[in-house]
C-alpha cells in the first residue's frame, strides 16, 4: 500500500513575495520526480477566496483558504510579503495559522513571513531567522524570539524558519534532507543548480552599512565621518575628542544612542567598505586591508567572518564570478 503525501501548505499573503512560494515548491516537486513518486503535495493557501497578487505583479488561484481547515497537513509555512511589516493584521488569518500548526508535524516562516507567523505566539522562546532587513523589527516586537539575524535556516523543535526570499529553497531541501536523507535532497540541489548548504550567512547580502545614523546631532556628524573616512584613526578617545566629550562619557552615550559600541560600528563600517572595495576587484585584500587602518589582512579577516561569515579573499572571488 503506498503511503500518502506529506501535506505541505503555503500561506500567501496579499503581495506576498512570489518566490517564498514557487521556490520551496519546486523544490518539493524535484523531490517527487527524484523519488519517482508523490512524496510532497504542495497546498497554496490564500487569505480570500481570490487571486493572490504577488509583489511582481504575477497572480495565481490558491489551492485553498483560510476559511477551509486543511486535511493531514505535515508542513505549515508562511511566506513573506515586502509590506507585510507595514499590513493590517487580520485576526481571522492569525487564528487559522495558529489552528492549523496545531494539527501540523512542523510549521514556520519563510523570509518576512516571520513577522505574521510570530503573532501566533507559536514563536515565542524558539530560535528563528528572517530576512536580515526585519531581522531587528521582529526582535523588537517579540522580545521573547531569538532572532539569528545572519542563518539562512533556522530549526528548533518543530519550528523551521527561512531568511529572506531565496532562503526558503534552503528551508525546503533541509526538509528533504531530513525526510529522505542526503543523497535525495544533494540530488535536488544539483537538478535546480543551487547550494545543497548555503556557504556563510545571509549577512553577507545585506548593507547595514547605509543605514541612517543614530543617535543626536553630534554623534550623527561622527557616524557619517567615520563613514566616509574608514581607515583613519577611530579609537574611542580619538572620536570622543573629536566631539568634545570624555572617551567614558562617550562611549557610554554612544552605545545608548547608537545601540553598539564604538568598536563594534567602527568594524561594521570597515567591513562595508571592505565589501564594496572587493566587489570592484580592483585591490586585493592585503591592500584593503591596509587602506581601511587594519595593520595587517588577520585583523580585516577576523572582522569579515564576525560580519560576513566567508573570508575577503572568498567575498572578492565570488563577485569576481558574478562580473564575469
Known sequence: MQTPPLIVAILAPPGV???DVSGPADVFAEANRQTGREVYRVVTVGTAPLAVAASSGMRFLPDSTIHSDLDRLDTLLVAGSPDIATAAIDLGVVAWMRRQAGRARRYGSICS???LFARTGLLDG???????????????????LSVEADAFVMRDGPVCTAAGVTAGMDLAIALVEEDLGRDVAMAVAAELVVFFRRPGGQLQFSRHGEAAPAGRGALQELQRYVAAHPGEDHSVGSMAARIGMSARHFARIFRHEVGMTPADFVEAMRVEAARRLLEDGHESPKRVAAHLGYADTNG??????????????EYRKRHAHARA
Open 17 to 19: 513575495q512570489m518566490l
Open 113 to 115: 513571513g516571520a513577522l
Open 126 to 144: 524558539r530560535r528563528v531567522t528572517t530576512h536580515w532587513k526585519v531581522a531587528g523589527l521582529l526582535a523588537e516586537r517579540h522580545p521573547s
Open 300 to 313: 580585516l579577516r577576523r572582522a569579515f567572518m564576525r560580519r560576513v561569515g566567508v573570508t575577503p579573499a
